[in-house]
């Protein structure tokens, strides 16, 4: 894709975490179309498209997009990649499970948009900061990232939230779950053995630690949105900079 285009792409993003993405790289500029939940700064103007998981495809073309950015992150987001590649809108689809899967995706996402040096020094940041953010510890801590509280549903081992946790020198409490989250019982909670509960409800309005709390486990609880740790962009570091506090705070 040439970087000397008279005319800069007009650009569509269907889930937050690509917005992020986009912001980050400068072109918010450019976007023309997001999904309801992006709240990435410079997007006031775009049009909404309606939630990450029912986009109204309609509204996409009449956007008329040079370039859609979607994502199968978000479960059964990939209905609404089917739906917007069958109306024909050219599409990059976005599927990180690793955390240097999500520093690739930017870095792909730079050098499609004609800004690959935005994209790596981004990156460099990222990883820079995340290297600093690392608390000094007695011992790794077992983490529980909370995704909803009914059922209980928590990251497993195919998650970015792995590697972060890794980053940061603890443990994700189910790591040795196959899958990217599963749905859990109070009990295996409990087996885990986990020393903080992360609360990171995705998509909830408010997020109330106090509910996880009062499950009586007697394990310290932080709430962190879904921003930082639910989006697979470089956001994530914002999540990051919250566990490393929490960390640091723990009696282990």
């Given at each position: 894709m040439?970087?000397?285009a008279?005319?800069?792409?007009?650009?569509?993003?269907?889930?937050?975490?690509?917005?992020?993405?986009?912001?980050?790289?400068?072109?918010?500029?450019?976007?023309?179309?997001?999904?309801?939940?992006?709240?990435?700064p410079?997007?006031e103007?775009?049009r909404?498209?309606?939630l990450?998981?029912?986009?109204?495809?309609?509204?996409?073309?009449e956007a008329?997009?040079?370039?859609v950015?979607?994502?199968?992150?978000?479960?059964?987001?990939d209905r609404?990649?089917?739906q917007?590649?069958?109306?024909?809108?050219?599409?990059?689809?976005?599927?990180?499970?690793t955390?240097s899967?999500?520093?690739?995706d930017?870095?792909?996402?730079?050098?499609?948009?004609?800004v690959?040096e935005?994209?790596?020094?981004?990156?460099?940041?990222?990883?820079?900061?995340?290297?600093?953010?690392?608390?000094?510890?007695?011992r790794?801590?077992r983490?529980?990232v909370?995704?909803?509280?009914?059922?209980?549903?928590?990251?497993?081992c195919?998650?970015?939230?792995?590697?972060?946790l890794s980053?940061?020198?603890?443990?994700?409490?189910?790591?040795?779950r196959?899958?990217?989250?599963?749905?859990?019982?109070?009990e295996?909670?409990?087996?885990?053995?986990?020393?903080?509960i992360v609360?990171s409800?995705?998509?909830?309005?408010k997020?109330r630690?106090?509910?996880?709390?009062?499950?009586?486990l007697?394990?310290p609880?932080v709430?962190?949105?879904?921003?930082?740790?639910?989006?697979?962009?470089?956001?994530?570091?914002?999540g990051a900079?919250?566990l490393?506090?929490?960390?640091?705070?723990?009696?282990i």
């Amino acid at each position: 894709m040439s970087t000397s285009a008279a005319v800069p792409l007009r650009l569509a993003s269907l889930v937050a975490s690509n917005s992020d993405i986009l912001a980050a790289l400068g072109l918010y500029g450019q976007v023309v179309a997001v999904d309801s939940h992006s709240d990435a700064p410079g997007l006031e103007t775009a049009r909404r498209l309606g939630l990450d998981l029912d986009i109204d495809v309609q509204a996409l073309q009449e956007a008329a997009p040079d370039l859609v950015l979607a994502s199968l992150s978000v479960p059964g987001q990939d209905r609404v990649v089917a739906q917007v590649q069958a109306a024909g809108l050219p599409t990059l689809v976005l599927d990180p499970v690793t955390l240097s899967q999500v520093m690739a995706d930017i870095r792909l996402v730079g050098e499609r948009l004609g800004v690959p040096e935005r994209a790596e020094a981004v990156v460099r940041a990222f990883q820079d900061e995340l290297r600093d953010l690392r608390p000094t510890l007695p011992r790794p801590p077992r983490v529980v990232v909370e995704w909803w509280p009914r059922p209980i549903i928590a990251a497993t081992c195919d998650s970015w939230v792995t590697d972060l946790l890794s980053e940061l020198g603890a443990v994700n409490a189910f790591a040795q779950r196959p899958g990217r989250s599963t749905p859990l019982t109070l009990e295996e909670v409990q087996d885990a053995q986990p020393d903080l509960i992360v609360c990171s409800w995705c998509g909830a309005k408010k997020l109330r630690p106090e509910v996880i709390e009062a499950r009586g486990l007697g394990v310290p609880v932080v709430a962190i949105h879904e921003s930082g740790l639910g989006r697979p962009g470089p956001r994530l570091i914002e999540g990051a900079r919250q566990l490393s506090e929490a960390l640091k705070n723990l009696n282990i």
